[in-house]
């Protein structure tokens, strides 16, 4: 009668020796060979993923080399729109300069014209002016207080302007030179 949960990999302990060992040989080969097959296979696998390691590190060299190429770019080319903005601006002083004979009202409105594109091309540029009003409250941030003077205000408010101040991007370029209300 045959045994039913007898594991065919597993010899009968049942044999002559010759034969178990034969058979025990038999099995060792066969594991041998699925251990070989199994390390073929992690062998092809890690060469794959050792690939796709290469790959995404020469990729994201490359990026890192683009990104860098284009914040050169940025740097060396980013003033090019505000220089475009402000030719404009040199051509009317150069055909003002070019007038030879030109009357105070004809250079007054030369001058006023030539103003409304510098502020133009700054303003295309988010260069914004900070020009204060009168009894608005100091803030140091945008503000450069120049003197005190006594006056019927609250303290610390602007009285004057003395100088337009500057922004770029809400970042001050330069702070508005004022003249402020002192303490009583």
Do not use: C, W
């Amino acid at each position: 009668m045959q045994d039913n949960n007898h594991n065919p990999a597993t010899p009968s302990p049942n044999l002559p020796p010759e034969e178990l060992e034969a058979a025990m040989a038999a099995n060792a080969n066969d594991e041998l060979q699925r251990l070989q097959t199994e390390l073929a296979e992690l062998k092809a696998k890690s060469a794959d993923l050792a690939d796709q390691f290469l790959r995404a590190k020469a990729e994201a060299e490359n990026a890192r080399r683009r990104a860098e190429e284009e914040i050169s770019k940025a740097r060396k080319f980013g003033i090019e729109n505000f220089a475009e903005g402000l030719l404009p601006v040199a051509d009317s002083l150069d055909a003002a300069l070019a007038i030879q004979n030109a009357t105070a009202a004809q250079l007054r409105e030369g001058s006023e014209a030539t103003l409304r594109q510098l502020h133009s091309a700054l303003e295309r540029n988010r260069v914004l002016a900070i020009t204060p009003p009168a009894g608005e409250k100091f803030d140091p941030h945008r503000h450069q207080a120049i003197s005190m003077v006594p006056a019927n205000q609250e303290p610390n408010t602007i009285v004057s302007v003395l100088q337009k101040g500057y922004l770029i991007a809400d970042r001050v370029l330069r702070p508005a030179l004022v003249t402020v209300t002192a303490p009583k």
